[in-house]
């Protein structure tokens, strides 16, 4: 592990895998520690990838201001990464909440960027609400899953407002293409934190017309790449977010039976299409 000091004297730690040409890489969850990317779908086979440990995630430290998990506050971190790193410009890999992140820091720092790649990426950041019904319509074309009847019983006390972990726990193996050993085990690492994710996703953190504003200068090359299964963001609910790119080079893939963790469904095919893409 590497460190390097953010914005505010907090200590943020990254790994790095891989050699090449340096690729930034901003984790979901929310507030996920990086070791749930694994290798990408072999994406070190070409690039080093920069994986970054959100503050208080993983190895990195926790901030003396909680207030500082909040996404626009964590902006400063992405900042404090590339300086550390000496680089004149980011190439940047996004997954799900860290997509909106990578969306606020090119926003911040648009002269900062050289490429943005966003994998099943969040959509908060532009307003687009998450709602249950893709998730209720994905679960009901895996009716014969042996683990469907315990995910359909969860849902319905997901409707009713049960946020527990045991509920989301039943409900996983829908975020997934197939609920395969590797997805299992998947899965059960990811840890989740709900205090930090509440200050994370705070009331006002998001300015969703001035973003959709803002996003519609950028000029960047960006793929966008959705799970064919993935029920959030849905592959119409991610070109929904391409669209709002009119002046940038994007590239939109749909990802053929991958849920919301594309380079676990299939790695190969996952880790292929990224390369190709960053190589070009």
Not at 159 to 177: C, F, K, L, N, R
Not at 205 to 214: D, H, K, L, S
Not at 238 to 261: N, S, T
Request: charged share 25%; net charge negative.
């Amino acid at each position: 592990m590497a460190t390097f000091t953010s914005y505010d004297g907090t200590e943020l730690s990254y790994r790095e895998a891989g050699t090449g040409d340096p690729l930034v890489c901003l984790p979901g969850g929310p507030l996920l520690a990086s070791t749930y990317f694994g290798d990408l779908g072999g994406l070190p086979a070409t690039r080093r990838l920069i994986l970054l440990d959100h503050r208080g995630t993983g190895e990195s430290a926790v901030p003396e201001d909680p207030e500082t998990y909040r996404i626009d506050r964590m902006v400063g971190d992405v900042e404090a990464l590339r300086v550390h790193l000496g680089l004149e410009r980011l190439d940047i890999l996004a997954h799900s909440a860290g997509a909106n992140l990578a969306m606020l820091y090119a926003i911040a720092h648009p002269d900062r960027v050289s490429r943005l790649t966003l994998i099943t990426p969040g959509t908060r950041a532009v307003g687009f609400p998450l709602t249950m019904e893709p998730i209720r319509a994905e679960l009901l074309t895996r009716s014969e899953e042996p683990w469907f009847p315990a995910a359909w019983e969860a849902f319905q006390r997901a409707e009713e407002g049960d946020e527990s972990e045991e509920t989301w726990t039943a409900i996983m193996p829908v975020y997934y293409g197939a609920w395969t050993p590797a997805a299992q085990a998947h899965a059960a690492a990811l840890p989740a934190d709900e205090e930090k994710q509440e200050i994370h996703f705070a009331e006002g953190v998001f300015t969703p017309e001035a973003t959709i504003a803002a996003l519609a200068t950028v000029e960047l090359p960006i793929l966008i790449l959705a799970g064919g299964r993935d029920p959030g963001p849905t592959p119409e609910r991610a070109k929904e977010l391409a669209d709002l790119f009119p002046k940038a080079r994007v590239r939109f893939e749909v990802q053929d039976g991958a849920g919301h963790f594309p380079w676990v469904d299939d790695p190969a095919a996952f880790g292929a299409l990224v390369a190709e893409w960053l190589a070009g």
